[in-house]
Each structure stands twice: as C-alpha cells, then as structure tokens.
C-alpha cells in the first residue's frame, strides 16, 4: 500500500474518533491506520456500540482520500473495504464467511467482523473517508452480545493481532487499486457474488419478520430483495435489517 505510518494506541476512545482528532489537528496523512488495542467508547453503525476484549481483536482505523471518486460513487468504498476483509478472514476460515449487508461479515453465520465508514464531503466533491473496522480474532466470550464469533472460536487456533492487520493492509492494498481504475462492474459482481442470504433469509422491516431471498446490492448501496408475497423491490439500508 506504498508508505504509511502506523499509530499504535494502547487504549482510545474510538480508533474512527481518533482519526477525525488527528485530522482536525493536522497529525495525520491519507494512508495512516491508527490500531488500538482497546477501545473505551468503540462505535458501531446506528449508534451501537461495539465492544471489544482488550487486546483480543483487529480494532483499526484507516484515513483515505479518494479524489477520483464522486459523492455517488462511495458506496465503491464499503464494497472494496467488504471484500477485504472477507478475504483475510478467509485466510484463517476456508468456508462459510459471508458479507451481510451492509456493513457486517458473517462466519458459521455469526458477525465477525463489523465495519464503520464515515466518509466526508467537501460541497459536491468527495473529500476523504474514516474506515474502522473490527475483526474478532480471539475472543471467545462475548458478553450480552448475540449472534457473536471470532476466528479463534471457529478454528480453535489463537493468531497474532498484527498478523491479521498485516494481512488486512495488503488486501485493502490490493482491492483500492481496482477501485482507483475505476474497475467498478468488477468490483460490484465481486462483491454481489458474497453476499448472504441469496438462497434464503429473513428479513425485519417495521418491526415485522419477512421471509425472501437477497436478489443483489446496487452500485448505489441500495438492496434488491425478493420478499415472499411482497416481490422483487428495492430498498435502502435504513429501512430494512438482514436476520441471522
Ligand atoms: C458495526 O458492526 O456496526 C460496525 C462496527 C465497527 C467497529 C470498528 S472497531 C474500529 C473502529 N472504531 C470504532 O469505534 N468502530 C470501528
């Protein structure tokens, strides 16, 4: 991923709220990663939290630029950063891992990694992006969290932090430079060929449990789903929730 410093935190607040405080004050550049080994207030999507074992997991942040790319178009980031990581934990766990929609990575269908992206616009143009991202390596209690894994308790083998960041960068590396040529039709057939609940799944939407199958994710975010009784319709992610 060329030359980038890597700022490693004993314990923060956020390693996302990290970067934005380093932006503000001009001590980072596009292409760091703050790591921390434990976060106080680690944040997930829709305000949740995201709680984390000290020292057990992947708890990192990323500051990127992304000139080329327009408003629109940022979606492209969730999908490369999604495959990514996909990827490194294919490297620990051969089978079973998928991408649900949005933001999370399923293994045994259970979350094992989630993924915070807080991108930031400048007027109409694209400025840069925050993307934090936590993957369970080796904890294996998790504590009034359902529906939780970590690749320790899928493989039983505890692995070097470091070894998974390492591993991490080099895929993040990889899948940018499809996204800084622009490969998006590549990208998007990728990243719909790893979703979850493509055969069959269920669904929340007001509260109400739907059954369906996931058809595909648009190049601007928004799902296809084919809800049993309902037909095939479009919808955004703030109106309905994939159930594992
Ligand atoms: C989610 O599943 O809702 C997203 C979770 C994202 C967690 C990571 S851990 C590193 C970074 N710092 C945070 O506060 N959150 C992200």
């Known amino acids: 991923m ?14 996302n709220d990290k970067v934005k405080m380093l932006i503000k004050s001009k001590k980072i550049s596009p292409g760091d990663i703050v790591w921390a080994e434990y976060q106080y207030k680690g944040r997930g999507q829709y305000n949740n939290n995201w709680n984390s074992s000290r020292g057990k997991n992947l708890l990192v942040s990323l500051y990127k630029e992304f000139r080329e790319l327009t408003p629109k178009q940022s979606s492209y980031i969730n999908f490369v950063i999604s495959l990514s990581v996909i ?14 929609w949005p933001n999370d990575i399923l293994s045994a269908q259970k979350k094992i990694s989630g993924i915070l992206i807080e991108n ?11 993307i934090g991202i936590g993957i369970n390596v080796n904890q294996t209690r998790f504590k009034n969290i359902v529906n939780a894994t970590s690749i320790k308790l899928i493989t039983n083998k505890e692995n070097r932090i470091e070894e998974v960041l390492d591993k991490l960068i080099k895929n993040i590396g990889y899948y940018i430079k499809i996204l800084r040529v622009k490969d998006f039709d590549n990208i998007m057939g990728l ?3 790893r979703l979850y609940g493509r055969d069959y799944c269920k669904f929340l939407i007001n509260d109400k ?3 369906g199958k996931v058809i595909d994710v648009n190049p601007s975010g928004s799902i296809n789903l084919k809800i049993n009784g309902l037909g095939i319709n479009k919808y955004e992610s703030n109106t309905v929730k994939i159930l594992i």
């Open 209 to 211: 449990t739907f059954e």
């Open 87 to 100: 990827d490194t934990i294919e490297y620990y766990i051969s089978s079973d891992n998928y991408i649900k």
């Open 191 to 193: 990243y719909n060929s």
């Open 120 to 130: 930031n616009f400048k007027g109409d143009k694209f400025n840069n992006s925050i």
């Open 2 to 15: 060329g030359h980038y410093n890597l700022i490693k935190l004993n314990a923060t607040r956020s390693t």
